[in-house]
């Protein structure tokens, strides 16, 4: 059900404050567009919402100027989302 994607993405976008960093706690962004992104596979019907989250929670992507100062989130690495999200993304 692709309905329950969305929930979790919704979910991890409104959390706040995982980080003493603000740069690290825009990374919950990443994963609830990956949330997003999974609905549309399961779930056909929810493209439509599903894409207009990702285009909203996108433009909360820390910059690449953000990123210059934090190593551990270069383009492409690994990332794992801490707190009670404990989700491994991609940095973008």
């Not at 690449?64 to 270069?74: A, S, V, W, Y």
């Amino acid at each position: 059900n692709g309905k329950a994607y969305l929930l979790i993405g919704t979910m991890y976008a409104a959390t706040k404050g995982i980080y003493d960093d603000a740069v690290l706690n825009k990374t919950v962004f990443w994963v609830a567009v990956d949330k997003f992104n999974k609905a549309k596979q399961v779930d056909a019907s929810v493209t439509e919402d599903a894409n207009k989250l990702i285009r909203t929670y996108s433009n909360y992507f820390p910059s690449k100027d953000d990123i210059f100062f934090q190593p551990q989130l270069g383009t492409g690495k690994s990332f794992t989302v801490g707190g009670w999200i404990g989700e491994t993304t991609q940095c973008r």
